[in-house]
């Protein structure tokens, strides 16, 4: 990832990376410093067990001109070598092609649905605010009813917190 | 072509060299560059183990990315690109190739790492 970092900085080479994170990886970009400046993209995504695997294969093109596909055989390993499976090596312009659009396809999907959660919360928080807002003039204008039922000489009053209530509504 | 037993090309080497199981040789210049072309005057010449092997790795990974000498030749008569995709079935090839693309990239790299321990294995543990 410093590698990646370095080619970002000094040759301004485009760097995108999909990945999921969990807080190690995180605590790992926080330290390099890997933000979304100098070219350098992280997207990242959640990977729960229940969902589908988004892949299972270490995808890597660069410069739309080349491809590494790499299957991983078991990713509890801890060497490289080891979690390794076959590779496939391509400079076939069709082949490299379609990884960029599957790499690109996924970006926009977790983008998309990074906007979705987002948008998701804002509406569960516009819901509750909405709500309190009602709520409490509300609850004041069944209470003062209440209260002119049994206090009519403070009529005027509290009609005056009434209208005041029903105004915030 | 009957005298060599497999040609690939690969554009961009800038310097010609060889390199056997215990032996390195280069011209020490281009001999291009003059006009019109002279005989070598000059060569590197190494029997040094490490060197060999750093020459010989230089070779691997120029042969990996070379295309198949036939295939660039039917190119060249239909006047198109094919390119190639071989399978890769030794992983240190693999780890190799990749470190490569990456520092030869100009312009972009684009890469998905599936898991967090994908994560974890290509930045700390090389």
């Known amino acids: 990832m410093s590698t990646l970092k370095v080619k970002s900085i000094n040759e301004n080479v485009s760097i995108h990376v999909l990945t999921t994170t969990n807080d190690s990886v995180n605590k790992i970009l926080l330290d390099l410093g890997v933000d979304d400046k100098n070219n350098f993209t992280i997207t990242p995504f959640e990977f729960k067990s229940d969902q589908i695997n988004v892949s299972s294969v270490t995808i890597l093109v660069v410069d739309k001109r080349e491809s590494l596909v790499i299957e991983k055989i078991d990713d509890s390993k801890d060497n490289i070598l080891d979690a390794m499976g076959l590779a496939t090596y391509s400079t076939s312009k069709p082949t490299v092609l379609s990884y960029v659009n599957i790499f690109e396809g996924l970006s926009k999907q977790l983008t998309l649905y990074d906007h979705l959660k987002t948008h998701g919360r804002m509406q569960e928080e516009f819901i509750n605010i909405a709500s309190h807002e009602l709520r409490t003039p509300t609850q004041s204008i069944l209470a003062y009813s209440d209260l002119l039922e049994e206090h009519p000489e403070k009529r005027e009053e509290m009609i005056q917190t009434i209208k005041r209530n029903a105004l915030r509504l | ?126």
């Open chain 2, 1 to 126: 072509m009957k005298y060599f037993r497999e040609i690939r090309h690969l554009d961009g080497p800038k310097a010609n060299f060889s390199v056997s199981e215990s032996e390195y040789l280069a011209p020490s210049a281009m001999t291009q560059d003059f006009e019109p072309p002279k005989p070598i005057e000059q060569i590197i010449y190494s029997n040094v183990k490490d060197i060999v092997d750093q020459q010989k790795y230089v070779f691997e990974s120029f042969w990996d990315r070379a295309v198949l000498g036939e295939q660039r030749i039917r190119e060249i008569e239909e006047g198109k690109t094919l390119g190639k995709t071989e399978v890769i079935r030794i992983p240190s090839k693999t780890k190799d190739l990749f470190i490569n693309l990456v520092k030869l990239a100009k312009e972009e790299i684009l890469l998905l790492l599936p898991t967090t321990n994908a994560f974890l294995r290509s930045t700390i543990r090389g």
